[in-house]
């Protein structure tokens, strides 16, 4: 057995950049195999005609495993891209490259977390060990000042006790160059056709402005941080975020990366006020991250953590259809609809008017919501989406943030001057379903 060979399996963190598994196989071994899974489960039709993976997210997801390939290609490597189940998959290429051990981060929700422990099973047969990393939070688990079961439910608790308590590591260098064995076998990357998307989907992809990637991300920081316009803010007049969240929920981009470069430019003069509402945002990612860990499949529970049973057979089909398609009596909730389906991203106060509407004014349960978000969303990222909708719903792990406090102050946030309706108001987009 060759013992100094480990395979590196690319989940949700396509970066070579700041990347604890990639760093720590390296240091381990002389030689490490680099690989990504598209797997069928993630790209499945679900009965109700949405998709697991809608195809704007599937072509971002394309493109960063493309970007991964050429940044490993750069540095000497390559990226083995296969396609089918993890479980069956990398135990056979961990034998046919003799790997000593095979390492990845560990994810918090369930279907995820399946995947690792069938992969983990299936290793353990061969006698080969899964080595799990924490490497999705800027606050490392292992440094909180609590263990997960005594996290704080309140997020303002949970983020006075952390910011005072507890330190944010600093980045794991980017390796200049990689060995990968020899006979290392030479792949392609599925196009969005093999996955199974329709032309006519494939087509509508294209109108999305964000373009997968650990370079485009990089790009994207680097225009938030210099405070220049480019064609993705050019997009989003209203909005005071950065754009970043593609890039952060598949890991094209590490939390601590937008954390140090935005302290670093903090200390050369950025707005107070942009670093705040950054590091703000990424406490909020580790909160619900932190929270799916410790409460687990209370997030996917019809009344959530509320102990007020909440009825679900109110359930319109065309109501629930009209809201998808953009086609309720509300103008704005339209135009929000219309964006999330043309180009995979709204921004926040969108999100919560959309949230809010499907619940208060249409009477449906969140968990429909979050699904669509599921589906269309290029940011999607389990912890976030249903924290979030659960916290709209009034149904929410942190009790003070549960409910929408002032909605037309949220609408005024989103379209000031009528503008964003305007543009996506009448937007003809493609129905939502499956058949277009
Ligand atoms: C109903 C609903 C569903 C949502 N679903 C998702 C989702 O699936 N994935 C996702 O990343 N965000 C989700 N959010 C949170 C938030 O809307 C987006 O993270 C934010 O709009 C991204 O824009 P930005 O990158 O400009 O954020 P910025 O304001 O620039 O924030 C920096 C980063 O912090 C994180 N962040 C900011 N706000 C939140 C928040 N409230 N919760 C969690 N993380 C946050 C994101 O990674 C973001 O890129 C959801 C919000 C709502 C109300």
């Known amino acids: 057995m060759n013992k100094d060979t480990i395979l590196v ?5 396509l970066r070579v950049r700041d990347n604890e598994i990639l760093w720590q196989a390296l240091a381990k071994a002389d030689k490490v195999v680099p690989v990504y899974v598209f797997d069928p489960r993630q790209f499945i039709a679900l009965s109700d005609k949405t998709q697991k993976t809608g195809v704007i997210r599937a072509k971002f997801i394309v493109e960063s495993v493309h970007d991964l390939k050429h940044s490993l290609q750069q540095l000497g490597a390559d ?10 998959i990398l135990p056979t290429l961990a034998e046919r490259y003799q ?17 690792s422990s069938l ?3 299936a290793l353990w047969k061969k006698r080969l060990n899964l080595r799990h990393f924490i490497g999705h939070t800027l606050y490392h688990k292992e440094d909180l000042p609590f263990p997960i079961k005594d996290i704080p439910d309140a997020f303002a608790t949970f983020r006075k006790k952390i910011e005072r308590e507890t330190a944010i590591r600093p980045m794991v260098a980017t390796p200049t160059t990689i060995d990968v064995p020899e ?5 392609t990357i599925p196009t969005l056709t093999a996955l199974g998307y329709t032309d006519q989907q494939i087509a509508l992809a294209q109108a999305s402005p964000f373009k997968g990637g650990e370079h485009e991300g990089l790009k994207q920081l680097d225009a938030v941080l210099s405070d220049t316009s480019n064609h993705l803010i050019d997009e989003f007049p209203a909005n005071d975020g950065t ?19 935005v302290k670093a430019a903090e200390a050369d003069g950025l707005s107070k006020k942009i670093v705040q509402t950054i590091v703000f945002g990424l406490l909020w990612r580790d909160y619900f991250r932190f929270m799916f860990k410790k409460h687990g499949n209370k997030f996917f529970l019809a009344n959530g953590f509320s102990n007020n049973f909440v009825a679900t057979e109110k359930f319109s089909a065309s109501k629930f259809d009209h809201w998808k398609n953009g086609k309720t009596t509300d103008a704005t909730v339209n135009a929000i609809m219309h964006q999330l389906n043309t180009i995979g991203f709204i921004p926040y106060p969108a999100r919560i008017l959309a949230a809010h509407y499907l619940v208060n004014d249409l009477g449906i349960n969140h968990l429909f919501g979050a699904a669509y978000f599921e589906d269309k969303l290029i940011d999607y990222s389990p912890a976030s989406n249903y924290g979030n909708w659960a916290h709209v719903a009034g149904v929410g792990s942190s009790v003070k943030d549960n409910g929408v406090k002032d909605i037309k102050k949220i609408q005024a946030l989103l379209d000031p001057d009528g503008a964003y309706v305007e543009r996506w108001g009448n937007i003809k987009t493609a129905p939502t379903g499956l058949n277009i």
């Not at 399996?9 to 963190?13: G, I, M, T």
């Not at 990226?79 to 069956?88: I, K, N």
């Not at 006979?183 to 792949?187: A, D």
Request: include cysteine; proline fraction near 5%.
């Open 99 to 115: 790997v000593k051990e095979v390492y990845h981060h560990r994810e918090v929700a369930k279907e995820e977390t399946d995947v």
């Open 183 to 187: 006979e290392l076998e030479r792949s």
């Open 243 to 261: 754009l970043l969240s593609p890039w952060i929920a598949l890991g094209c981009l590490s939390p601590h990366t937008v954390y140090h470069t």
């Open 79 to 88: 990226l083995l891209v296969a396609s089918g189940y993890p479980e069956e």
């Open 119 to 121: 992969v983990e099973e």
């Open 9 to 13: 399996w690319f989940r949700n963190d």
